[in-house]
């Protein structure tokens, strides 16, 4: 289990070092360069007080000299590991979400469904920001603390090797304390994570409503379920910060007596003439510096291991529903797709949303699948592009069973256009192609065909749509989701009342301009029953409860006068 762990995870943590290695260990080295200068500062300042003892001057002016020179080196070093430690932690930070957010784009359609979008979003925000302070910023600074108690710890024993017996007796405590402690941080910094993601889900909930909480005027219970949710997450952010605080307090505890222990002790040392007293001041100084470093370590690398687990976390959600792989097949339908005996249930429902439902789709063929609300119609779109495989019976494409076939190539093979229309913040030449670039005259066919043409003329395909096309009309909309999929010319288009944003009049012309597409093949859902359209499809096929209850040329349904001719009848009325 660990090492199927580790080999989700290694993508990842590759991501942050990639193309990123040599400022890393730059930056690596700068900060272990600032680890061994503690050191001789502390030497140095030792050497003064002896120079002050004995009374030298010369000597004094010497180390004054080194001293300057040392600190103007420092200050050039420090400028350059600075400079490459934010860009090594920013690139990391940037690579790491960007293959997350690539992982997470090739989940299919009926994998992603069964998610919550906030999971991602508390990933790749609240958990991201995280990892890039507690573990892209740490992980120099906690190199640096060990490299700083090593060659701390190297000096003391050459300037007094008791004091350091002593050190290293003390050192037990505070690596005591990061080994008992750490385990419960990784276990709060998770909850916090966990937590997050559900007060983003509830915010965005509440900013998606508001036009419903306010036309309900249920403001009240909205701001008491906030509150509460908020509530929530600041008390599991309290304990998570209580703890850090904790861990630093018993820091502190372990570090003063790391630090003052010897310095008791080389005070004794002086007393009896054993040892200088310039150096009982850089043994101590040195002693400070290691205290500093232990005193801090165990919260860093407590934060660290938690930030890992985050990283952890990220690999498992991506893994979740990864959704299936299958057979690559080519863009083309030569034969068309057969429904045999498929039955659908949603999950939760003790009714099938579909039920025993056979049919065949020939391949360049126009279809109108009609009937009332709830018969199923939506439904059996969705299963055709894939958006579950937990169906009954059987859904072949020229003969290949559906749940065999890569999603991918399904969705080189169909595009649906549907009744909730999605549009990015962006202009509506980018809505059309999708980010993706189209030849200048195939982009103005599908603005033709679609019914945009007045929107282009007047605002430009330039125009800004608006968070969710909030600067668009219902209609624009929808015509906007039908251009992108007339662009992109797959061989199967599917139609879920996408004319109903529309008036008659250019519904008529749209669906006249899908039903002139050759060579596609062509599943509409709709309510309107317009004889002079309904006559134009090869097939009409009538859903009532979830079974096809009659299916036939407008005509000959017309004739039988069942279910289809009081459908009809009732439209017109």
């Known amino acids: 289990m660990k090492e199927t762990q580790k080999a989700g995870v290694r993508p990842y943590l590759h991501a942050i070092y990639q193309n990123n290695r040599l400022r890393f260990a730059v930056t690596l080295a700068g900060y272990l360069i600032f680890g061994a200068s503690d050191t001789v500062f502390s030497i140095l300042q030792g050497e003064i007080l002896n120079v002050i003892v004995l009374g030298s001057l010369s000597r004094l002016l010497g180390l004054a000299a080194l001293l300057a020179a040392l600190l103007i080196l420092q200050f050039a070093i420090s400028s350059a590991t600075y400079y490459l430690k934010c860009r090594f932690v920013h690139q990391g930070i940037a690579q790491y979400k960007g293959v997350l957010f690539r992982q997470l784009c090739k989940k299919s359609i009926a994998a992603f469904q069964q998610e919550s ?32 108690i090593v060659t701390s710890l190297t000096a003391m024993v ?53 036009a419903v909480v306010k036309g ?29 605080c904790l861990v630093g307090a018993a820091g502190d505890l372990s570090s003063g007596i790391f630090m003052f222990g010897p310095y008791l002790a080389g005070a004794l040392l002086a007393l009896n003439c054993e040892i200088a007293v310039g150096t009982v001041v850089s ?61 659908y249930r949603y999950d939760g429902s003790s009714t099938e949303a579909l039920r025993d439902v056979s049919l065949e789709f020939e391949a360049g063929k126009s279809y109108a699948i009609v009937g009332g609300s709830g018969s199923g119609k939506s439904t059996l779109l969705s299963l055709l592009m894939g958006a579950s495989a937990q169906y009954g019976g059987s859904i072949t494409i020229d003969g290949q069973e559906m749940r065999d076939i890569d999603p991918d190539s399904l969705y080189d093979l169909c595009s649906l256009i549907g009744q909730n229309v999605f549009l990015f913040d962006d202009t509506v030449a980018n809505n059309i192609t999708m980010f993706r670039q189209f030849p200048a005259d195939a982009v103005e066919r599908a603005v033709q065909r679609s019914g945009l043409a007045p929107l282009a003329a007047e605002r430009g395909l330039n125009a800004p749509c608006g968070e969710n096309g909030c600067q668009l009309s219902g ?67 009538v859903l009532r409860d979830g079974t096809v209850c009659e299916r036939g040329r407008f005509d000959q349904l017309m004739r039988r006068m069942g279910y289809f001719y009081s459908l009809y009848t009732v439209s017109k009325e």
């Open 117 to 148: 979008t906030s999971r991602y979003l508390s990933l790749l925000t609240n958990d991201a920001g995280s990892i890039e302070e507690n573990y892209l910023n740490r992980t120099t600074l906690i190199a640096t603390m060990g490299f700083t």
């Open 158 to 210: 050459l300037l007094s090797w008791k004091l350091t017996l002593l050190s290293l007796f003390l050192s037990l405590i505070p690596a005591a304390v990061s080994a008992a402690m750490s385990g419960e941080m990784t276990r709060r910094e998770k909850a916090v994570s966990d937590q997050n993601e559900h007060f983003v889900a509830n915010l965005k909930d509440f900013l998606t409503g508001f």
């Open 216 to 244: 309900f005027k249920s403001e009240d219970g909205m701001i008491a379920r906030f509150d509460e949710m908020n509530r929530k997450t600041e008390l599991c952010k309290q304990r998570r910060r209580w703890w850090d």
């Open 283 to 343: 043994v101590v100084n040195l002693c400070s510096t290691v205290a500093w470093s232990i005193r801090d370590f165990p919260g860093f690398w407590a934060s660290r291991k938690a930030a890992r687990g985050l990283i952890d976390k990220a690999a498992q959600a991506v893994e979740e529903h990864a959704g299936r792989s299958g057979r690559h097949i080519a863009p083309v339908l030569r034969q068309g797709i057969r429904l045999s005996h498929v039955s």
């Open 475 to 541: 209609g624009e909309r929808q015509r906007v989701s039908i251009a992108r999929c007339l662009l992109r010319g797959t061989p199967v288009l599917l139609l879920d009342e996408a004319t109903a944003a529309l008036d008659n009049r250019t519904a008529f012309a749209v669906t006249q301009a899908v039903l002139d597409l050759d060579g596609l093949t062509r599943l509409v859902v709709t309510h309107r029953l317009d004889d002079a359209l309904l006559r134009r499809y090869d097939e009409i096929i």
